[in-house]
């Protein structure tokens, strides 16, 4: 922060202004275009944002000052224009503005790059973070419309003109509810609590002994068993299906002939069995680079003061590779959570899993409570990446590889 | 714990030499080690492999001819294509037996799809004359019911078959209804067949031991009290027409020889239809050469027909041949496939490289908040992505309501972002992004910035430094991620499903379509193998470039 004070401020009159400028007449040229008048909304937005720039700059106006002043003023334009909707985009706008105002102002687009780099450079320094910026909203962005379209109080998959003004009206809980009160979604989500946890047990128990076998100094063949035991990752989602189509049918029936066991039950185990198997090369994968860093004095010292070696693995080496093991059966969590191709093939009607419901509920027809479900989903989501996260830094505490 | 002895080897504190000691540990810990892996291999191999090698086997496997028609089939062989001609009389008598009895047991349809996928037509023609094989037999039961009324009954029937012998024939119709259906067919019939009938009226017997099994095991019934089906009588009159037959039932004493013997006095009131005109009259396509020439392909049990059909060609008697232009789909998906996932990679390679690198060199807190927004969409469901990208993407999408809002495009031609293959483009870039960002970002966490200010501190401009010694040491990343990618992209069925629409389809969708639609389960199969050994490739390539060791997961 000391050398940013001294960073030399741009003159204000030939860089600042114009800058400042050239982004609100492309900001008002955009605007203009949306009234059918773009070359008039580019005149004011040009002359709008040089006055503004040289206001600011001219009179020193502290930096919070001066951006609540213009993204109020802007707000105020936008709702002459536009009601409620318009002021908040006004308000976006002029925050924006003042922003890049003070960015350039403040000589604070300069702080991230060496003081001996030319303005072309740092041109390009900031635009290729600009594109950086752009990915990271291509990523993010899409996931915000369901979000917010999932509160429509219409049963449209668009935005209602109620919704752009921020009308209560446009907005109501309706898909939710249906999303909790109706049998439609409730059972396969019913399923898909009943499958993804048997599914994630089986793989992460198998998984876990076999990396650990894996993981020891003199195993026949480990090449060999471990492109097997990955297989399920990279054979395409499509092809196992396929192949377990023809594979658990048969196996189905004979299981309802032979064993007497009902159909249901054997759908569940059919798809449980499938998915489980997916979820295994994420045990095996995260659990065998936990087992990287593990010190294999440990388990010696253990034996050495007289445990077995089923004590030894619960109570020295189990605690330190939890981490891994934890994150590895969260991704065979959401892999069962999450597949779709192979409970299509697989399973029949009684074992519709939420992913499969939503699959047809897209493919046929269109819902908003789809989109209620997407948003459960993503809190969903975001709940297992906090975990993931947090185990991983903990894990990576444990082996003495603390970030800086 | 060791001691020297005399000879000068060492041993261990038991007395064993050392030697054998150590080899001794080294394969119980060989042992354990297998013992904690042998669970999950069995558990893979059983549950993965074994149904990846079903696919591999269905991919090549065809007895639905020969098991549906195995004695047509079998004069088949002798039957020259080139003739041009349909084949003879003895192939329409054996084809009339054999369909009569997968009618009964409902198999034939299956035959006629089966067929339908080489020959276009032959499925109705096994279904329509699926429903008249009975008329066919019943030229010869009125008569043969008129002449002898006994032979009406049951009763008679199965007095006249019995008798003792080594029932060897209803064994061997059993061998032939167990691989029709696919069941054992175990089980007691509940007759001994006269060897002398069996002798004397061949094909009598054989249809009346089809009868009996399926009469008997598949629908439980006491096959003394039922009534033979009309193939039984049809093979009666068949069987009537040689002389040395009619002297043999002329010379015969068993029980209800007289029955018979009136038959053969009453002759000249036996139809002396031909099952070639017969068939001919259900559907003149059983006439066409074409239809005999496609069933002769695909009699041998084992066939490369779908592969062949996989790759739009189509099996002719000796060699393969390109389909017609207008039936080539696959290579043109296959090329679409490959080109599609081509693009996605690229479109990844080129908006995940500057992320990826932004992250490897920002300072870890600021680094580890932005990865969240990479990992927050590789966390989230891959349905929640898709109808995210429904959502924009559709006509009256939020893309297009902007941009008309906007003034930029107009209403009435709004921009086609979906069920095309932009859409699948754009939003299989999306979701298969992180993908390429994580192992690029792993890679390039690695490469020390101080090679890149000591080449600039050498003179290079930035571009140069970047082009001649940054770039070249992240090249593995973007190996490593673009053959994940590939891999991903070329095998992707839900995305393309619902934003594809017909020309964003990939391979993935036709074969969801064989086994789900069409049923052509075999054709499945085959462009599955196909597929497979693709990625095997690829597999093996990212095998020697990155290992499959050091694949990572979530950064």
């Given at each position: 922060m000391a050398i940013l004070a001294q960073a030399p401020r741009p003159k204000l009159m030939t860089f600042t202004a114009p800058c400042t400028a050239a982004l609100a007449a492309a900001i008002a040229f955009v605007v203009g275009n949306a009234f059918g008048t773009p070359l008039v909304g580019l005149a004011i937005g040009a002359v709008f944002g040089f006055i503004l720039a040289a206001l600011l700059g001219q009179f020193a106006v502290p930096r919070t000052m001066g951006r609540t002043a213009t993204i109020a003023f802007v707000a105020v334009a936008g709702f002459s224009v536009g009601a409620l909707g318009g002021a908040v985009a006004g308000a976006l706008l002029g925050a924006v503005i003042s922003w890049f105002f003070y960015w350039l102002h403040t000589g604070a687009y300069r702080r991230a790059v060496p003081v001996y780099y030319t303005a072309a450079q740092t041109l390009w320094y900031n635009t290729f973070l600009f594109i950086c910026g752009l990915v990271f909203f291509f990523l993010i962005a899409p996931l915000l419309p369901v979000i917010w379209l999932s509160f429509n109080a219409q049963d449209f998959f668009t935005f209602t003109p109620e919704m752009l003004s921020f009308d209560p009206a446009g907005y109501s809980l309706k898909h939710y509810r249906d999303f909790l009160g109706t049998d439609e979604w409730m059972v396969p989500l019913k399923n898909s609590l009943i499958i993804a946890p048997i599914a994630t047990l089986i793989s992460v128990t198998l998984g876990t002994l076999a990396a650990i076998g894996l993981s020891q100094s003199h195993v026949p063949f480990r090449q060999a068993i471990m492109a097997i035991m990955i297989s399920p990752m990279i054979v395409p989602l499509i092809i196992s299906a396929t192949g377990m189509f023809f594979f658990y049918a048969p196996l189905g029936n004979w299981l309802e002939a032979n064993l007497g066991l009902n159909q249901s039950f054997v759908g569940y185990v059919k798809v449980i069995l499938a998915h489980s198997v997916l979820g295994v090369p994420f045990v095996i994968i995260t659990v065998t680079a936990t087992l990287v860093g593990f010190d294999n004095s440990l388990t010696r010292a253990a034996a050495n003061m007289g445990a077995n070696p089923v004590t030894t693995f619960f109570r020295v080496q189990m605690p330190l590779i939890l981490p891994g093991v934890i994150s590895g059966g969260l991704f065979a969590f959401i892999t069962s959570f999450d597949e779709v191709v192979v409970v299509l093939f697989v399973g029949s009607a009684q074992q519709q899993t939420l992913p499969w419901q939503m699959f047809t509920g897209l493919r046929e027809q269109i819902s908003p409570t789809i989109l209620a479900a997407a948003t459960i989903l993503v809190t969903f989501s975001i709940l297992l990446l906090t975990t993931v996260e947090l185990l991983r830094r903990r894990s990576e505490r444990l082996r003495g590889l603390s970030p800086s | 714990m060791s001691d020297m002895t005399s000879s000068g080897q060492m041993l261990a504190a038991d007395g064993t030499p050392l030697k054998t000691s150590l080899a001794r540990a080294l394969r119980r810990q060989k042992l354990r080690a297998l013992a904690l892996i042998a669970p999950l291999l069995l558990f893979v191999v059983i549950t993965f492999i074994v149904p990846i090698a079903t696919m591999l086997f269905r991919s090549v496997e065809n007895q639905i001819v020969s098991s549906t028609m195995p004695q047509a089939v079998e004069l088949l062989q002798q039957w020259d294509s080139a003739t041009g001609v349909a084949p003879d009389e003895a192939v329409y008598q054996a084809l009339y037996f054999d369909l009569f009895k997968a009618a009964e047991a409902k198999e034939h349809t299956k035959l006629g799809t089966r067929l339908n996928y080489e020959q276009t037509g032959t499925s109705s023609l096994f279904r329509t004359s699926g429903r008249k094989l009975d008329d066919v037999g019943e030229l010869w039961q009125d008569p043969i019911e008129d002449i002898a009324?006994?032979?009406?009954?049951g009763e008679t029937w199965f007095a006249m078959m019995s008798g003792t012998g080594s029932n060897t024939v209803l064994e061997e119709r059993r061998a032939l209804w167990a691989s029709l259906v696919e069941e054992p067919f175990a089980g007691d019939v509940g007759i001994t067949i006269s060897d002398e009938i069996a002798q004397m009226l061949p094909l009598t017997t054989a249809a009346y031991a089809d009868w009996a099994i399926y009469e008997a095991i598949e629908d439980g019934k006491d096959i003394s009290k039922r009534d033979p089906w009309e193939a039984v009588y049809a093979g009666l009159g068949l069987d009537l027409r040689s002389d040395a037959t009619v002297r043999a039932v002329n010379a015969y004493t068993g029980p209800h020889a007289a029955d018979l013997q009136l038959l053969t006095a009453n002759l000249d009131q036996m139809p002396n239809t031909m099952f070639k005109d017969a068939f001919a009259e259900m559907d003149e396509d059983w006439l066409d050469p074409e239809v005999w020439e496609a069933i002769k392909i695909y009699s041998p049990n084992y066939t490369s027909g779908y592969f062949l059909n996989a790759v739009d060609m189509k099996k002719g008697v000796e060699t393969a041949e390109m389909r017609p232009e207008n039936q080539q789909i696959y290579i043109t998906l296959f090329k679409r496939t490959l080109w599609m996932s081509l693009v996605i990679t690229a479109s990844c390679i080129i908006l995940g490289y500057p992320v990826a690198w932004l992250l490897a060199n920002l300072p870890m807190r600021t680094a580890n908040v932005l990865m969240i927004l990479v990992l927050l969409p590789f966390w989230t469901s891959l349905l929640v992505r898709t109808s995210a990208w429904k959502v924009l993407l559709q006509q009256q999408g939020v893309i297009n309501e902007i941009l008309v809002w906007l003034g930029f495009v107009d209403d009435a031609n709004r921009l086609i972002l979906m069920n095309n293959a932009t859409g699948t483009v754009i939003a299989m870039t999306h979701i298969l992004m992180p993908f390429m960002i994580l192992p690029l970002y792993s890679v390039m966490k690695t490469i020390p910035p101080s090679y890149l200010r000591a080449a600039k501190s050498l003179g290079a401009t930035n571009f140069t430094a970047f082009r001649r010694v940054y770039f070249p040491q992240s090249v593995p990343g973007i190996g490593a991620g673009s053959i994940l990618v590939f891999i991903l992209a070329i095998g992707y069925y839900i995305t393309p499903e619902i934003v594809g629409g017909t020309d964003g389809v990939l391979i993935s969708n036709r074969i969801a379509y064989h086994i789900?639609?069409?049923?052509?389960w075999g054709l499945a199969a085959a462009l599955g193998s196909i597929l497979l050994a693709l990625v095997m490739v690829l597999y093996w390539l990212y095998d020697r470039i990155v290992g499959i060791d050091n694949v990572k997961l979530g950064g």
């Open positions: - | 009324p006994a032979l009406k009954d789900s639609s069409s049923l052509n």
